[in-house]
């Protein structure tokens, strides 16, 4: 069992950055992939990164390729989502989010394991 309890979120202006962080509990963080997904008002819960489980491999969502970052670092027990010219779009409760296939190739395909409870990102106009 993982649990998984993100920060950083909050209010940011158009073009702004914000840094999303995750903490998970268990010794056996390095052997999960971990991802990040959003879900905006009104609209359904959509993927937007993950990595593997030594970071050497991440993924993205086309619409933040560029302008976001996932990290990850197993001594801390945490993934990080660094997010750079943030747009109104972006606007969303964003969670955080474990699997137990360590490649973290299913990621956009399969819902994971482990989610936590999310962070809201405001991104204001």
């Known amino acids: 069992q993982v649990q998984l309890v993100e920060s950083g979120g909050g209010l940011v202006q158009a073009g702004g950055s914000l840094r999303l962080s995750c903490a998970a509990s268990?010794?056996?963080?390095?052997?999960?992939?971990m991802g990040w997904f959003r879900q905006a008002p009104g609209k359904e819960r959509e993927f937007v990164a993950a990595?593997?489980?030594?970071?050497?491999?991440?993924y993205y969502a086309d619409f933040v390729k560029g302008r976001f970052t996932i990290s990850r670092d197993n001594a801390k027990n945490t993934v990080y989502l660094q997010m750079n010219s943030l747009k109104p779009e972006d606007t969303a409760v964003y969670y955080c989010?474990?699997?137990?296939?360590?490649?973290?190739?299913?990621?956009?395909?399969?819902?994971?394991?482990?989610w936590g409870k999310g962070t809201l990102v405001t991104v204001s106009s």
């Open positions: 990595i593997n489980w030594s970071g050497y491999s991440t």
């Open positions: 989010t474990a699997d137990r296939d360590p490649t973290a190739l299913g990621f956009s395909v399969v819902a994971p394991d482990y």
């Open positions: 268990g010794r056996t963080f390095s052997s999960y992939a």
